[in-house]
């Protein structure tokens, strides 16, 4: 038993450079609602391609709709008021019998009137932007996964699809702090073929999980397929 020990520590002295890692697209993005709403559609047809500037999912809409309707209405009439009061207060600074009180008072409306247009201008970008939030459009990442159903009320915050950049993959291992430096110099194996690959990171704290080890992020080419473990030997 003794000895079975000593072959199996020395077995991973010899093979203390060689690693093992689940290739992962390079980025993982979780998409969560920015407001809160109803979902009125799902593009369940995307979910497992990769988008084209496609619309995911969509939040009802159908109030703040009306609302910045209406509002770019009121700003367009408030302009149209504030010419109109702008001109009258031209019109009294030339007349000498109106009192100074007239003038400022005419000229304290307009600025209120100022006041009022850039609220409401204030008001249509927030509309405008909370519309974009509840129009979900994805431009090229893989949709792996949707996670609500038209119907769902979902608040801001709960996790609507999972998106993820295929365009690279990304290898993940955790090395001995003690080999650290020196595994920088060496060349990458993956499955027994030498690459020109490069270590992108080596995290300087200490991981929580595996204690006394980096972890260190190798960025390859993307690979045919995704999720299976492949070998990676520092040489």
Known sequence: MRIFSIIIAFGLFLNA?????KLEPV???NIKASTSGQV???NNEIEGLNANNSTIIKLDSSVDEIDLKQTKNKIKTLGQIIKIEKSTLKKILKIRAKSQLDKDNQKIKVLN?????????TKKAILEDKLNKKNLVEK???ISNINVKVGDFVNAGTLLYTAEDLTKAKLEIFIPMSEAQNI???RIY???RVTDYKINKIYKVADTKHISSYK??????????FSHLVKIEFK
């Open 17 to 21: 450079s060689e690693y093992f890692a």
């Open 190 to 192: 993956i499955e027994n």
């Open 216 to 225: 260190c992020e190798i960025i390859i080419d993307a690979p045919k397929s």
């Open 27 to 29: 980025e993982t993005y």
């Open 40 to 42: 009125v559609y799902i």
């Open 184 to 186: 920088k110099t060496k």
């Open 140 to 142: 090229s990442h893989y």
């Open 113 to 121: 009137l100022e006041n009022q247009l850039g609220d409401l201008v």
